[in-house]
């Protein structure tokens, strides 16, 4: 399992390097990813998601720095540094988050991935004005105590 772990923090630590042949090394044929946005099935559309989102960013790397391991689930808690050109202008930015993985301890892969991170602090506040807006609404909810 530590060799598995180490290759998932190792593909992601340049998500925009990643091959077919590394995702491979890392998922099962039958994987199952989700985050906000996607659900994704299966190795072959998996490899293409991450070309996918390869071709709209400008640097993707994840910097993990808590892994709890509980049998053939692992937690992984990373910061996501990443460029896009049409979030705040093509500005460095970063997310918090975590990935909730189960693994194959027996092909030594990872069988589900789903990621977790607030939607809204990666796309929307980075819009100008949704952004602003944003900002603003979560600015009164936390004078208000709520």
């Not at 925009?16 to 099962?28: G, K, N, R, T």
């Not at 960013?57 to 994840?62: D, G, K, P, S, T």
Request: hydrophobic share 45%; aromatic share 10%.
């Amino acid at each position: 399992m530590a060799a598995l772990v180490k290759r998932i923090k190792l593909l992601y630590s340049d998500f925009l390097a990643a091959d077919p042949d590394s995702i491979a090394e890392v998922y099962a044929e039958n994987v199952v990813f989700s985050d906000p946005v996607h659900r994704i099935e299966g190795l072959a559309s998996m490899q293409a998601y991450f070309a996918g989102v390869a071709q709209n960013l400008r640097e993707c790397r994840f910097e993990f720095d808590q892994t709890l391991v509980d049998g053939s689930t692992v937690n992984l808690w990373w910061t996501m540094h990443y460029r896009h050109p049409r979030l705040s202008g093509g500005a460095p930015l970063q997310l918090r988050g975590a990935s909730l993985l189960s693994l194959d301890l027996e092909t030594d892969r990872v069988l589900t991935h789903e990621d977790i991170y607030d939607l809204g602090a990666m796309v929307y506040e980075q819009v100008p004005v949704l952004g602003a807006v944003l900002r603003y609404v979560k600015r009164g909810i936390a004078e208000s105590g709520a």
